[in-house]
């Protein structure tokens, strides 16, 4: 029999090549991948995360280059201003129903097309070609294109809509506070609904056909078929989408800037064109990182609540 001394260092030896082993896979599967992941995690942090501490550190600061002896830190400060701050609120409303309108009306038309696109019929190439020309034009060539359009002297708009008895006479649409954000809204209808035209194609086009060909031996209606095949099959991308684009226009200040500026009296300023304003025509960097941030924090709290329902949804 073996004495007690030499089943111990046999035991000693086994753990230590247990421990060897492990020491080994927690090497190749927990730390090797962070090593090889390295530059690109740099690389985001320097790009990503530190202007957005820097941006947050910010709304804490009275940073306005017009005073530059009066900055440091303020706390609260900007964001109790923000509270009270009617204009805030003003942009607040009208981001809403900018985003909401926009998103509405391109994801409707958006779906109609690629539906359309998903059929077989002549000049299907070319048409595919027209549709997705509004994504190619500059913003900024788009928004002054659209500002042409809505010109009560030269542009067709104003005057197409009094023909059809919409207005009492052609005049400046962009001009109307009741209106003007109807005028951008349209041009990013325009400008957006490519995208989801786009997205939506290549979801429909995997969507297996043997389904359809089920659905129409049983007897199904068009209507039947689409909202028990086709709809349920486009839920992920649906909501996917629909994040990524409200996410995108409640940031996307171009086509208002170029337009209207915000006016006619703040009637068009969402959050985002606020913050430009507020920094780089007040000139007020504390406060305007204070508005941002706060966007930021509803944008998350957004995209959460779609990401949970888009669970959701892949589940079923």
């Given at each position: 029999m073996e004495s007690r001394a030499v089943i111990t260092r046999k035991q000693n030896t086994v753990e230590r090549g247990e421990t060897r082993a492990r020491r080994s896979l927690y090497w190749q599967y927990v730390v090797e991948p962070f090593v090889y992941l390295s530059p690109s995690i740099i690389l985001i942090g320097a790009v990503m995360l530190m202007p957005l501490i820097i941006?947050?550190?910010?709304?804490?600061?009275?940073?306005?280059?017009?005073?530059?002896?009066?900055?440091?830190?303020?706390?609260?400060?900007?964001?109790?201003?923000?509270?009270?701050?009617?204009?805030?609120?003003?942009?607040?409303?009208?981001?809403?129903?900018?985003?909401?309108?926009?998103?509405?009306?391109?994801?409707?038309?958006?779906?109609?097309?690629?539906?359309?696109?998903?059929?077989?019929?002549?000049?299907?190439?070319?048409?595919?070609?027209?549709?997705?020309?509004?994504?190619?034009?500059?913003?900024?060539?788009?928004?002054?294109?659209?500002?042409?359009?809505?010109?009560?002297?030269?542009?067709?708009?104003?005057?197409?809509?009094?023909?059809?008895?919409?207005?009492?006479?052609?005049?400046?649409?962009?001009?109307?506070?009741?209106?003007?954000?109807?005028?951008?809204?349209?041009?990013?209808?325009?400008?957006?609904?490519?995208?989801?035209?786009?997205?939506?194609?290549?979801?429909?086009?995997?969507?297996?056909?043997?389904?359809?060909?089920?659905?129409?031996?049983?007897?199904?209606?068009?209507?039947?078929?689409?909202?028990?095949i086709t709809l349920p099959f486009l839920a992920p991308m649906i909501a996917i989408t629909v994040m990524l684009r409200t996410i995108w226009i409640a940031n996307f200040a171009d086509l208002i800037y170029v337009m209207t500026g915000g006016g006619p009296a703040n009637s068009t300023q969402i959050i985002s064109s606020y913050i430009f304003t507020t920094a780089f025509r007040r000139l007020d960097f504390g406060y305007a990182s204070a508005i941002a941030v706060v966007l930021l924090i509803l944008l998350m709290i957004y995209a959460v609540i779609l990401l949970v329902i888009r669970k959701k949804l892949v589940k079923v």
């Open positions: 941006g947050i550190s910010y709304s804490f600061q009275s940073i306005e280059l017009l005073r530059p002896f009066n900055t440091g830190w303020i706390g609260f400060e900007n964001y109790a201003k923000l509270w009270a701050d009617r204009k805030f609120w003003i942009a607040l409303e009208n981001t809403f129903w900018w985003t909401f309108w926009s998103i509405t009306l391109q994801f409707f038309l958006g779906l109609g097309l690629a539906m359309l696109l998903n059929t077989h019929f002549f000049g299907k190439k070319l048409f595919q070609a027209l549709v997705f020309l509004p994504w190619a034009v500059p913003t900024f060539l788009s928004a002054l294109t659209w500002a042409w359009l809505f010109n009560p002297v030269i542009g067709p708009l104003p005057h197409w809509l009094t023909a059809l008895g919409i207005l009492s006479e052609p005049y400046n649409i962009l001009g109307d506070p009741d209106l003007a954000l109807w005028g951008p809204i349209a041009a990013n209808v325009w400008f957006g609904v490519p995208f989801f035209a786009i997205t939506l194609l290549a979801a429909l086009q995997s969507i297996p056909g043997d389904m359809y060909e089920a659905a129409e031996i049983d007897g199904a209606s068009a209507w039947q078929t689409f909202t028990k």
